[in-house]
């Protein structure tokens, strides 16, 4: 560690039973010399809160009895931080070296900036697109019915939309993935914080609406790239995940929009939700039954049986 001089953004860390890749996260943090670096134990019980003890001792560990969702531990870091500046990471992200630095460099050009979204690769060095407008019934038939993909096919539209472009220069933007968010405590703190109420999904997208309504922005920025696997931190599986997924965008639609822009929203996703349904019955036909069409078929008939979910 001697010869380089440590960054001053602070890193913060929120973990749920992945020890495996959190020991790989957390090596690249420390190879990327913050001032400070804060892991957030959700309650694990896979061995993660002694590896963050016996192997990295210069980060400081806040050990949480249950899961108390992602927000809350994400606001337990920042509160805890003494950085004006702190990379809010996902334990399933790995970072270059000079993240921080080119992070730092990049906040400190841009004043207005509460929020910079890195660049995020897939474990192939691919893309991971994590750039969206804020939620709607157009954005949601366009992303969840798969017809992103064909605009991807088409250059003049795939650089307009958000979900399509390619990602290689800084711009503002609604908001970013929140796999990997470098923010400014002190916008941070202005509006509260994270919602906590959002236990997974949507918390980051709700956090940019305030702050732009408090009059910063939310930047997407190309300076550095951080790996991100993806869904390893998901703890809960198939049915649930989908449902929690539903659940945070009913409550941001509720917050931030009209009831009726809200229902439609609702009934756009409702239809989604009908015709994987019917997808899934017509290969189970095929197939002659299979239990994993099976489990799968009887999620989605649970999501619409749970009439809550779908009325404003």
Known sequence: MTGRETSPLGVAVVSFNTREILQRCLA?????????AVVV???????????????FPSVRLIVNECNVGYGAAANQALVSAAASAVLLLNSDTVLAPTALSAL???????????????????????????????????DALLG???????????????????????????????????????????????????DEAFFMYGEEVDLCRRLREAGFETHFAP???????????????????????????????????SRRAARRL?????????????????????????PDLDRAIAGWEALLAERGLWRP
């Open 28 to 36: 690249s943090v420390v190879a990327a010399r913050p001032c400070e």
């Open 41 to 55: 134990d959700n309650g694990s019980t896979d061995g993660s809160v002694e590896l963050v003890r016996h192997t």
């Open 104 to 138: 730092e460099a990049y906040l400190s050009a841009h004043p207005r900036a509460a929020v910079v979204g890195p660049r995020l690769a897939n474990v192939d060095g691919s893309l991971q697109r994590s750039t969206y407008p804020f939620p709607s019934a157009g």
């Open 144 to 194: 969840e019915s798969g017809l992103h993909l064909l605009v991807r096919r088409v250059p003049v539209l795939r650089e307009r939309l958000l979900r399509t472009w390619s990602h290689d220069v800084a711009r503002p933007v609604p908001w970013v993935l929140g796999a990997a968010l470098a923010i400014r405590r002190e916008p941070f703190e202005a509006v509260g914080g994270f």
């Open 223 to 257: 300076v550095t790239t951080v790996l991100h696997l993806g869904g390893a931190s998901t703890a809960i599986a198939g049915r649930d995940v989908r449902r929690e997924f539903l659940v945070s965008e009913r409550r941001y639609m509720l917050r931030h929009e």
């Open 266 to 290: 609702l009934a756009v996703m409702h239809a989604i939700v009908r015709a994987r349904l019917a997808r899934e019955r017509l290969r189970r036909w095929i197939a002659g039954g299979r």
